[in-house]
Structure formats: C-alpha cells, structure tokens
C-alpha cells in the first residue's frame, strides 16, 4: 500500500486543516467528472478517511495499519463510507448523475408483440394484420394531462425548475446540493384541473389493428421494426418503436436450418437397390430427385434452390433429403419365393420358410 501522506502530498506532522486543504485541491483535479482518474480519486479519498480520523491515523502512525495492532477491530470513525457520498458532497449532489431539470423532451417506450407464422408463410412473406393495445395520446387534452380549456401550471416547489436546492454542511463546508423536485417529480408543471377521460395521464390504452409486411425468409425470432409505433412520448417528443417479432411454428416435414431444410424420404428397397425418378414435397410445390442405385440409409441427396430464402435476395438455400430404406414385412408367398431365389442367386443365406402347422400336416400324410 503506498504512503497515506505520500498519496495526499503532506508532511507527516501536517495539521488537519492541512490535510483537509490537500485533499479538497487534489480531489478536485482527480474527480472523473473533471476529466480525473477515478481510480486514484478513490485511492485520494481512503487516504483522507484515514488522516482526517484521529483514532485511525494514529494507529497507522504506530502500526502502519488503521485498524490497530494486527490489523484487527474496527477503525472507530464513521468517515464517509460511500465514494458516492463524498461525490454528492463536494459536487453539490451531482456525482456525474446528471442535473436535475424541468420537462426535458423524453421519447416514448418502444413497445413488442408477437405473430405467429407458419414456415410456408415464412418463405413466401406475407401482410399479416396485428392486434395490440397500447397507450395512446388522449385525444380529449392532446396530451398534456389538463382539462380542455386549461393547462398545466407552472409548480410553486420548485417555480418551474423541476429541481430544488439545499443547502448542506460537510466536510468541506456548506454545499449547495440539488434534487429533483418533490413536488411535480422533475416536471416543472402541475395539473390543477385533470383531464377527464385521462384522469391526467395525458393518455389512455386502446386497440389498434397494424398492418405488418413479412418478408420472405423471415427467421424463428426475427425481429421487424416500425418506426414510431410504440408508446408515445412527452408532448413534443416522438413516440417510441413497435418491435414484432416473428414466431414460426414447427413443420411437420420440414426441419429448418438457417435457409436450408431438410426432410427425410421413405424408400422402398427395390428403389433403393435399383434407383428411380422419386417426386418430393418442397414449399413451393413438388420437385422430382434421381435416387441412385444402390443408395444407403443416411445418405443425403441435395437439392439447390428448394430451401428457405435467404432474407433480402433472390436466392434459396437447400433442401437436404435424408434416405431412410424401408424393409417390406407383409411379403406374399410369391413375393417371398422371389426373394429367397434372389438371396440363392447371391449366395446369401437367409432363415428358411416356415412351413405352418398345416404344411407339416400335408407332410406327415403324405399330402
């Protein structure tokens, strides 16, 4: 830890109103608000905590701690405690929290709802009419709060400021500190005759129905912005953004991977063994795929162009056809002699036939 007096730039008999008269010329140069480091603005204020408590300073006098010997127990002053206290203090209660003021112009909230598209919808875009309750400017006082007819008046607190000031004593002495006014809480003005229909709110919630163009190739979680669409503002300031964000429902064939698809395609195994002209389900209508002969289960044919657009281009992503071979399981007895004369013809062993309780009563009798 650097030298406590070092830090605050005096001698270590410096009196207090030394110490004090140091550390108000560094704080001031230090402050982050005045362009200072904020680290050695904090270092600048625990060194003075210290030296300006007599209890702390002479245990860091005899035993280089505040504490005492070891370092243990407390320190027995109160001081500040808080850096932002000793802001508040020495700015006059500003701390880098900005001033107090009247009716400032403040945007609307931005404002979000959902809508919820199928994936057919997501890839060929889509108008789409939203229904949503917002608040609105009350149309009966254009809003300002007052009754038509009056206004809002200007608050006796604070005399239209919106803030109020006190005076305080610190360490440094008196401090002129200010505070957003109680009063009218920072507005300046106060409604002496509400209105009506807004019971002074200067607005009321209502449904609106807006009309959302979709674009194709919109994404799970996307979001569309329209401007100047969400809750309104102060008079004179502009309302805040409607935000819809688009929800897409799970397809039944379609599996969605950024702007390519993928599917899963049933094969019969005389196809797959031999190939053939298989036609498939895309978005935009069938499209026909060659099955080469021989295909596998897993393996994947691609088709360019037959995924999800890619969102402003022309361009489509792929549709990724995976290959399952299906085994056939209720074979007819011709079915299966021809298939068991294949497995002989390849030399491939395969379980015999059963022959049922009444073949082998045929056999038995000599049927």
């Not at 021809?338 to 497995?343: I, P, Q, T, V």
Request: proline letters at 5%; charged letters at 25%.
């Amino acid at each position: 830890m650097r030298d406590l007096y070092e830090i605050l730039g005096v001698p270590k008999d410096a009196d207090d109103d030394t110490i004090k008269r140091a550390y108000r010329a560094k704080a001031r140069e230090l402050h982050p608000d005045a362009g200072g480091d904020e680290e050695h603005f904090k270092e600048l204020t625990g060194a003075y905590e210290i030296l300006s408590n007599a209890q702390a300073r002479a245990n860091y006098d005899q035993y280089g701690d505040p504490r005492g010997p070891g370092g243990q127990g407390g320190t027995g002053f109160a001081g500040f405690g808080d850096l932002q206290d000793i802001i508040d203090a020495f700015f006059g209660g500003m701390g880098g929290r900005g001033r107090a003021g009247g009716r400032a112009p403040r945007a609307g909230r931005d404002a979000m709802v959902d809508v919820r598209l199928t994936l057919e919808e997501a890839a060929s875009g889509i108008r789409r009419e939203v229904e949503l309750t917002l608040p609105r400017t009350c149309d009966a006082c254009g809003g300002s709060g007052a009754a038509p007819g009056s206004g809002p008046v200007r608050c006796q607190t604070c005399g239209g400021a919106g803030a109020v000031q006190q005076m305080t004593r610190s360490i440094f002495g008196q401090m002129l500190s200010t505070t957003t006014c109680p009063s009218c809480h920072g507005e300046g003005t106060r409604i002496a005759d509400p209105c009506k229909s807004c019971h002074g709110a200067g607005r009321r919630e209502g449904n609106e129905v807006v009309t959302v163009d979709i674009p194709a190739g919109v994404a799970e979680g996307t979001r569309l912005r329209l401007n100047g669409r969400g809750e309104p503002g102060r008079p004179g300031s502009p309302a805040g953004d409607l935000y819809v964000r688009v929800r897409v429902a799970e397809h039944a064939v379609f599996n969605r991977d950024g702007d390519d698809l993928h599917c899963e395609l049933r094969l019969p195994m005389s196809q797959a063994a031999l190939g053939a002209e298989i036609k498939v389900p895309t978005l935009f209508g069938e499209e026909t795929v060659a099955v080469p002969a021989g295909v596998q289960s897993g393996e994947v044919l691609t088709l360019r162009g037959a995924g999800m657009p890619r969102l402003g281009s022309g361009a489509k992503g792929r549709l990724h056809i995976h290959v399952r071979v299906v085994t056939p399981t209720d074979l007819t007895e011709d079915q299966e002699e021809l298939l068991r004369h294949f497995a002989a013809m390849r030399q491939e062993e395969v379980r015999e036939a059963s022959r049922g309780i009444f073949g082998r009563l045929r056999e038995a009798f000599g049927g």
